[in-house]
Structure formats: structure tokens, C-alpha cells
């Protein structure tokens, strides 16, 4: 079972920015780098490029660039922590996955001393014993207890997701979520942690063994079979920024010293933030770094790029608009696809580099429309063919895609 791709679109307001004054653009203040975190979903997100440059009173330029980007991309960037794939050695209580270019950690804690085997394999571990009625079968990471009392005693799943910034769209399911002959009452509350304040599922969905409180628990209601689909539950958390979930797993049952519970965790559904990324170089590839003041008349060299350690992105489109205080310079265009993609969600300065050296001797971009996957009209710099007639731009995966500019400071 695979959970769907989070369709609604994402909306991120840009606040109002005040350029900063003369007086501080001479004494070389300003920003001539930039990041934007990118939640890219089925539809377009776009984002308004800006800069803001000024002109000091000794005839140079301090670059104070507001650098904020427009991207559009189909489909979703979606991640899947798949348990057919991945391995969990059977008793372990923390393990780590690589996924969507940053790790993904699960940690069990609380009383761990309430963990049981089946038949003879200590749990968590990955079986498919719970089918929650999937065909075909599919495994899911089981988790067996016994509690030595009712409601006070439980087991807590944690899962990190190391990626910058966070994830966005997390879903999975529970599967076997019930009650039997209050011998057991098996009961999950779930809670996460977006942008680091405490959040609860934005939804759950619950099956004919189940319910939900309309908060953050799902509690058993009736018995379901092993092979059944009415005990599964599904919890969805669509806020963006989320670095942290949490599971609490307990028994409700009303004797004093329930029977043996167990639940099996199935894939875990997330997408990730992509980051469109502008940099700001000399003609030699040295870098700009902020606080820079240049000479009119120099050439400068900026550079996009998207670093995408997901799968293909099949339509992607950008647009970047000169501010007046630079021209673009005929030919200024390359682009490059060769740069497999960053170690972690995030380039380091030393991939930057390498980005770069791909992207100053890669394919020198048309500046018309039609020919290729860029254009140029003005001050208007076009990629994909979402707002110019270009040839699609299609960002393999595993890869940094990037794009060369050069302008020269008036």
C-alpha cells in the first residue's frame, strides 16, 4: 500500500523587506547569497524573485542582493522508508535509514523491558504476520508487548528526520489496532514536532476496530483478525517544517495485569523540501561572500542550482529577473546536469565549488525562446517552459541541476 502524494498546494508569503541604506551599502552590508526551502507538491509553488542592490558614494557596488526565487516543479518529491526493502535486526530498538538524501532514525524507548518475542524472534522486527488486509502481502515493523499493568506502563517510537528544515507530508499506517476480550486494548497517541513547536495529526483514519478522539489517539474498539483491514489506521501529518514524530503505544485494558499486544508499523510516507540555491561568483570562480563591495563594470557570475537527491522531477520551471543594476552580458548563459547530487539535503561550500566548475564549462544556453530549455527576454532569465515557450526541464534523479548567469555591475 502506498500512500498517496499530498495534493493541496503549498502557499508561502514573502514578508515586505526594507533595503538597507546608503549609508549602510557603503560600509559593505548586504547579502549576496541565498536559500529558499522549496515544498514541492503536484502543483505549482511559486516563490517571487527580488533583488536589491545600491550604489556607494566612492563609484563601487555593494551587493545587498534580497535573492528570493521562483520554482515550479510536478510531481511531488516523495520519499518512502519502505520496510520491504529496507532491514531491522530483529530486537534492535534504534536503527537508521538513508532517505531522500538525509537520515531517517527510529528509536524505541519507555518500557522497553515490556518487548516480546514471536515465535522465538524478539520484536520490533520486520515481519508480515499483520497483512492489514494488503494484497499482496507486505511487511511492516512489528512490535509485540506485554505491559505488567493497565494504562501506566508503554512503549514510545521515536522518529528524526535529519533533513534541513525538516519534512513535510508524513503518513503511515498501523496496522491491527483493536481490542480483544479486554485481555488487551491497544491504544496509539501520536504528536510531532513541526518547526519546532509541538503539532498533532492533521488527519486519522480509522477502520471498523478502531476510533479516533478527534486529537491524537487512536484506542481499539472491537477484535480484528491478523489478515483484517479493520484495525488499520492511518495518521497523517501535513504540517511542513516536521523534525520529530513520536508514537506512544500502551494497553487500556481494565485488568490489572493485561495480555500480550501487538501492532505492526507500516511504510512511512514523507516528502521532502527541495532548496533552490543562489550563489554569487567573480569571473574566476572565486566566491562573493556578503559584506563584498566590487567595482563598477566587473563581471559577475551567479548561479542557481536545485539539489535533488530524490527521484525525477519531470517538470520543472524558474525564473530569475535582473534588477537594473546589472545587465546581462550576451552568451551569459550555461546550465549543467553532470554533479550528482549533495551528500546531505544541503551542498557544503567544497560541493558548491564542484557545482560551479561543472556549470561554468557546461552548455551554453539560447537566448531565445524555443531551442532549448532557457531564455532570456530583458531582464527576464526563463528555465522550463512554465512561463516561456522553452523546451521542458526534466531534473534526473540523484543530481544538481544548475544555471550560469553573468552580468556586469553598471
Partial sequence: MRLPAESRPYDQSVPPLSAPTKAEFSRGHGLVSAVWRLYIRPVFAHIQLLRNESRSSRGTWALGALLLGVLCAQPAVAQLLDWDVEAWPPGSTAETFSVGGDNVSLTFGGDLSALRALSGTASPHINSSLTGGLNPVENGLYVRTN??????????LTIDFAHTGGVYGVS???LDVDLRNTNHIDQLQFTAT?????????????????????????????????????GNATVTFDQTGISQIQIVYRNTSPLSNPGVQEISIHDLAFSTQLELVKRAFQSDGTPITDSSTLPTGVPVKFMLYVNNPGPLLSNVSLRDVLDPLFQYSSGGLRFDNSVASCAASTCTP????????????GT???????DDIVSVSGATIDVGNQNATNAKLQIPASSVWALLITVTLQ
Fill in 147 to 156: 505491559h505488567p499493568s493497565n494504562g501506566l506502563d508503554y512503549i514510545t
Fill in 172 to 174: 503511515f499506517s498501523i
Fill in 194 to 230: 513541526a518547526s519546532g513547536l509541538p503539532v498533532n495529526p492533521s488527519s486519522v483514519i480509522t477502520a471498523a476496530c478502531n476510533s479516533f478522539d478527534t486529537v491524537n489517539t487512536v484506542t481499539g474498539t472491537c477484535s480484528s483478525s491478523s489478515t483484517s483491514s479493520t
Fill in 350 to 361: 567544497g560541493e558548491e565549488d564542484t557545482i560551479f566548475a561543472a556549470v561554468d564549462s
Fill in 364 to 370: 551554453v544556453g539560447t537566448e531565445g525562446t524555443g
